[in-house]
């Protein structure tokens, strides 16, 4: 979230799209309500089906699954024609003025530069023009052709509203209506806040769904506004953390990136990170990126790394692929290119996609080490349990290891919400049995590997022999001694430029603004200095006092970066720096203190006045927001709408007959799996899969409550198809996709109704996920054997989402 | 001035946002009711603040355990509420967070460690020790078989690519910095946490 759960009090206007929080989330919704009840919000939701967060809604629009894209393009397309943006904050606060390289095209459902044979884009023309002077070339006037304004008045004007309607299935009129509404937020003072959840990341083009949303809101003057933003409410408790701490296949923590394979230079690959501003004076904030990159490297290696060696920069693996996401390590593993595995606290075999594949890719496994509190079907993919996992044991030799770990109740730590909040927790209980915590369980594993090294020797043994390990039990490093490493300390005395020491080595950090590039500063995670100082655990504090009634409890936990409650915050204040309106009022400038100030922690250089004209995004080199992506995205620097790999309708209308861009151009897709894509003839229903608020994902059915509240498995059916099918409420269906098969009791409901696409009428069917063969509550299908192995084009996030079945009388 | 109101009516009020405290102040406070007796269990319990493990909403809580904190008594949760003090939740769980304490307290928790050989069909309780020794030697030896220093191209990229790693999102902070810096250093690229899916 760019903003946070109280802050939804302050919207005028709540766009509810690709989530359905009322059942996923549902005491942050009781924020929804709050705006409805007393700020006289709105709240608009945009689903395939009837959801609860829909059922209090004032208003809402039918979408069929995966077309977000046509009718956000729609709407910015409505918001430029009509006139309807936020003038002042589009020309000084978005790149809208700034001039793109001539070129730059769009023809025919494609970006210039795209290579068929490797399915991706050259996007050296996805740029801006540089000026003689080394900055941007701007038009402040917005009229030359070649500006990012119009640009993107040219890219969406194809998404008319009939256009839309076609695609999408909502009707003109519904269009138009919502369309309206959204415009009225352009005004200074009032704001939409869009919420959104996996139901916009699980498609082929979800990172550009969410950048459509992103764009709406630059041209409402929506970002770093209270009740305003885009808001991920995400999955997990520690989701948000663990994307923070770089868990990931291509990141260090904090959002540096690792080498690939090319970058062999140490400062070449610093340079290319290092960004510096593209428009005169701007922040451009990753300017710092090797001060964070070095205190890393202090942090892993200590006195191992020095200047001398780059830091340790060759000690960290390199990547030879652009993302070994876990569907490339699926099809490797599948293969047979993986020896051995670890999932803690992860359920493949529930949660990726087309299982049968998962099994077979499992199955080849030599070691399988599942850490989990529960048994998971993970753990069990080898043990035969009929229908619902149908395999011999005797054929499968992965060597299986299940270690018991503590759950929540059970260890200290800090979890990161959505908002971004580092909350601690203490241990209230010790773990059943001979259970462990996962930090002690990683370090009697690296002590025991460190050991084999040292006895036996072995390939590349340096990163193991000489990484940082001084906790006071080293097989048992404690929760605060790690919150201690990522947020940091001096090495040596921290001096100001007139020698005056600021920091005394050993001490904790206070912000990231300390460190140094030089190896005088070691900090774990940078955008998490700050979180536990020399004045303690900020994390735990626990004071929820709001004392501009704003709903922003600074004392509350600990926010990154540097406790800031709303990103972007310096743009809710207009050129002057004043509130763009009374009751919008959150930072601001204070000429006689010569400070931002306010209710949260400026997301801006604090001093600096608005006359010095520094733009508030600024961890952008221009300082700006950008309407235009540039080269930040893989398949395009505009969003553009393609259908879902498996679609029930056979090509893309703003496309027809373009076969290249009937799905996502730049999205991967292996071989076996495009053969294994189903044909609409054979799978007519468009399907997707969602939670149910009583139950998280694979865990709950472990719970005797939730288990005994929504026992069984079942799948959601329009009456309309119910009808054409020939089944009744309670019924068993069967549900196939081209990969497999799930059978579940049918709910048929009002919540689904048929959509004309074209002169089709498209069928939606809901499946619920929560169910698989270990648990307390009834044996389930992992509804997973259904779904494609295809991703988006740029994080590779499975399509879930988007898929086509058959329903029929099991 | 007195109104009538039962406990149940008392934290609905609180959970509509009014602040439970200046209500009491009022001498607006609860009548004594049936819920009074779980209260004098509460009173005798240790209380833990902690935060729900599902969404990401991050709910606050409080644990409710038995036992004095002796050597020899081991804590047993046995009640979990939501924390009515937290700006976000004020109190509320969902269906979900309702049930934590079936969680904790599941027939599907582990409590061993186990291990299933290859083709076997069944689990075997193995010490620490022999887990954690048989794995780092599974790690060790995948790992001097197929690292790469350098690639066909004799770049050098130093990773470990047959051996993948799913980190825990549902894990503290603390666990997936330390897990980072331990997969990552071994040289593994294959490494992704559920923000992936």
Request: aromatic fraction near 10%; charge should be negative.
């Amino acid at each position: 979230m760019t903003n946070h759960w109280v802050d939804i009090r302050n919207a005028n206007l709540i766009l509810s799209m690709g989530g359905n929080s009322a059942e996923a989330h549902p005491v942050g919704f009781r924020w929804v309500t709050e705006a409805i009840e007393h700020n006289h919000a709105e709240l608009i939701t945009i689903d395939p089906r009837f959801t609860r967060t829909g059922a209090v809604a004032q208003d809402k629009a039918f979408i069929r699954t995966g077309t977000d894209i046509a009718f956000l393009g729609g709407l910015i397309s409505y918001l430029i024609e009509t006139d309807q943006i936020q003038r002042e904050y589009v020309l000084n606060y978005t790149d809208a003025a700034l001039i793109v390289r001539p070129d730059y095209g769009f023809e025919d459902g494609l970006f210039s530069g795209y290579d068929e044979s490797t399915r991706s884009y050259d996007k050296q023309s996805w740029m801006y023009e540089m000026g003689d002077d080394g900055f941007v070339r701007r038009d402040e006037s917005l009229s030359d052709p070649r500006c990012v304004y119009q640009l993107l008045r040219e890219h969406y004007s194809r998404y008319t509203p009939d256009m839309v309607s076609s695609i999408s299935g909502i009707p003109v009129e519904t269009i138009q209506r919502i369309w309206k509404k959204i415009a009225a937020m352009a005004v200074p003072d009032k704001t939409m806040t869009i919420l959104y959840a996996l139901g916009w990341t699980q498609h082929s083009i979800g990172s550009q769904i969410i950048r459509t949303a992103a764009m709406v809101q630059l041209l409402l003057g929506n970002m770093g506004m209270p009740g305003g933003g885009v808001n991920a409410l995400r999955g997990h408790s520690n989701i948000q953390g663990l994307t923070d701490l770089g868990l990931l296949s291509q990141l260090l923590p904090g959002y540096m990136t690792l080498a690939n394979a090319k970058e062999q230079e140490y400062r070449a690959y610093i340079d290319k990170r290092i960004k510096q501003p593209t428009v005169e004076g701007q922040v451009s904030y990753w300017k710092n990126y090797e001060k964070f990159h070095v205190s890393l490297m202090k942090s892993w290696f200590g006195e191992a790394a020095n200047e001398g060696n780059n830091w340790c920069f060759d000690w960290l693996p390199k990547l030879e692929r652009p993302l070994y996401d876990i569907l490339d390590t699926f099809e490797r593993m599948s293969k047979g290119e993986l020896n051995g595995y670890f999932c803690q606290g992860f359920n493949p075999l529930a949660s990726f996609p087309d299982r049968a594949k998962v099994t077979r890719a499992l199955a080849s496994l030599k070691y399988l080490v599942v850490m989990d509190p529960l048994n998971t079907e993970t753990s069990e993919f080898w043990k035969n349990y009929g229908e619902y996992n149908d395999v011999d044991p005797s054929q499968i030799d992965t060597e299986v290891f299940r270690l018991p770990t503590c759950c929540f109740a059970e260890d200290d730590g800090s979890i990161v919400n959505s908002a971004r909040w580092l909350q601690w927790h203490w241990a209230a209980a010790p773990p059943p049995g001979d259970a462990r915590p996962d930090t002690r369980i990683m370090g009697e594993l690296f002590l025991k590997l460190k050991q084999l090294y040292l006895d036996e020797g072995g390939v590349f043994p340096d990163p193991i022999l000489n990484l940082t390990w001084d906790y006071k039990i080293p097989a048992e490093p404690k929760a605060e001694e790690l919150a201690r490493e990522y947020n940091g300390r001096a090495l040596e005395d921290l001096t100001d430029e007139q020698g005056n020491v600021t920091r005394r080595a050993g001490d904790q950090l206070a912000g990231f603004a300390e460190l140094t590039n030089d190896g005088r500063t070691a900090a774990g995670c940078w955008i998490f200095t700050g979180c536990w100082t020399e004045d303690g655990n900020q994390m735990a504090n626990r004071d929820n006092s709001d004392p501009y009634g704003t709903g922003n409890t600074l004392g509350w936990a600990w926010a990154w970066p540097m406790n800031r409650r709303i990103l972007y915050n310096r743009a809710s204040a207009d050129l002057q720096g004043r509130p763009w309106g009374a009751n919008k009022a959150f930072i601001w400038w204070d000429g006689k203190q010569g400070a931002w100030v306010g209710a949260d922690v400026p997301d801006f250089p604090t001093n600096s006045p608005p006359s010095q004209g520094q733009m508030p995004f600024i961890m952008q080199p221009e300082g700006v927001g950008h309407l235009f992506a540039g080269q930040s995205m893989v398949d395009g620097p505009f969003p553009e709408h393609y259908e879902p790999f498996e679609s029930p309708v056979p090509q893309n209308l703003l496309h027809p007959g373009k076969e290249k861009a009937r799905n996502n151009p730049a999205a991967r897709i292996f071989d076996e799996d495009r053969e294994a894509l189903g044909k609409p003839e054979e799978f007519p229903h468009a399907a997707t899969t969602y939670r149910l608020t009583e139950h998280f994902h694979f865990w709950t059915k472990h719970a005797e409550l939730n288990a005994i509240v929504q026992p069984q498995q079942f799948v959601e059916i329009g009456e309309a198809l119910a009808g054409e099918i020939g089944i009744v409420a309670g019924d068993w269906v069967k549900v196939s996709s081209n990969r497999g098969f799930i059978k579940a009791v049918a709910v048929v409901t009002k919540r689904l109704r048929p959509m004309m696409i074209g002169d089709k009428q498209v069928h939606h069917v809901g499946i619920p996920l929560h169910w698989g063969f270990t648990g307390v509550a009834k044996k389930g299908y992992l509804v997973n054997a259904l779904t494609p192995f295809v991703g988006d084009a740029n994080t590779q996030t499975p399509e879930y989402k988007s898929f086509t079945v058959r329903v029929e009388k099991a | 001035m007195a109104i009538n109101v039962t406990r149940r009516q008392f934290f609905k009020l609180g959970g509509a946002g009014l602040a439970s405290s200046s209500l009491a102040m009022m001498g607006f406070a609860p009548e004594p009711a049936e819920a009074s007796i779980r209260q004098f269990k509460l009173t005798h319990a240790k209380e833990t603040r902690n935060t729900c493990t599902y969404c990401s909403v991050g709910c606050g809580i409080l644990i409710y355990s038995k036992g004095d904190g002796s050597k020899n008594v081991e804590q047993n949760v046995f009640h979990i509420e939501g924390d009515p003090d937290h700006p976000v939740s004020r109190g509320s769980l969902c269906p979900k967070g309702a049930g934590l304490l079936d969680f904790v307290h599941s027939k599907g928790r582990l409590a061993y460690p186990q291990v299933r050989e290859a083709g076997s069909d069944e689990w075997k309780r193995i010490s620490w020790d022999e887990a954690l020794g048989r794995i780092a030697r599974h790690m060790k030896d995948d790992r001097d078989a197929n690292f790469v220093q350098r690639n066909a191209q004799g770049q050098t990229v130093n990773h470990w690519t047959t051996t993948g790693f799913l980190a825990a999102s549902g894990s503290s902070n603390e666990a997936g910095y330390i897990t980072h810096k331990v997969v990552r250093n071994l040289g593994m690229v294959a490494f992704d946490n559920q923000a992936r899916v």
